[in-house]
């Protein structure tokens, strides 16, 4: 899977020099054990995202698997009705180690590798069914017995501003 990250006008990250291409998956050989593991490399390459006022870093790989049940606040997607009307979306996303997200980014245009077009989460109450946007909720790293780092583990949360 691939989607695009948002990073936020004023992100420490977000600077005129930050330049990364297609991100992907390399066999490399570890130093201290000298197994051959799989490390992400990434070099996305970054554009402006003229209606949030950030920075997009397309195509960044991913795997995201949507919270059914038994997850956050017991249903991980569902609406809630109340005072306050809440539309209820929560993804787990592993991200490669090098992929640069923080809690101030969005994720949006979740899609797959073999369908670049077609995004998998979409608002279907807006016309044209734009991509989801989600807000990232916490990025927990994951490490290896080695104390190498191997992924980022990410809660996604469905963005309460859609389509724009």
Request: charged letters at 20%; glycine letters at 10%.
């Amino acid at each position: 899977m691939v989607c695009d990250v948002i990073k936020p006008a004023g992100a420490p990250e977000n600077n005129n020099n930050l330049t990364v291409g297609d991100s992907s998956w390399e066999y490399q050989q570890d130093a201290d054990s000298g197994a051959i593991v799989k490390r992400w490399v990434d070099n996305s390459v970054t554009s402006v995202n003229e209606q949030r006022g950030g920075l997009i870093m397309p195509n960044v790989e991913l795997m995201a698997r949507g919270v059914i049940d038994g997850g956050i606040r017991v249903a991980g997607t569902t609406e809630r009705f109340g005072n306050q009307y809440v539309n209820v979306d929560f993804v787990k996303a592993t991200f490669g180690a090098g992929t640069s997200i923080t809690k101030r980014d969005q994720v949006t245009n979740i899609r797959s590798k073999r369908d670049l077009g077609v995004a998998v989460w979409r608002e279907e109450e807006i016309s044209g069914f734009p991509p989801t946007t989600f807000n990232v909720m916490g990025v927990t790293p994951v490490f290896d017995p080695f104390s190498n780092l191997v992924e980022y583990a990410v809660l996604l949360e469905r963005s309460e501003v859609q389509g724009g």
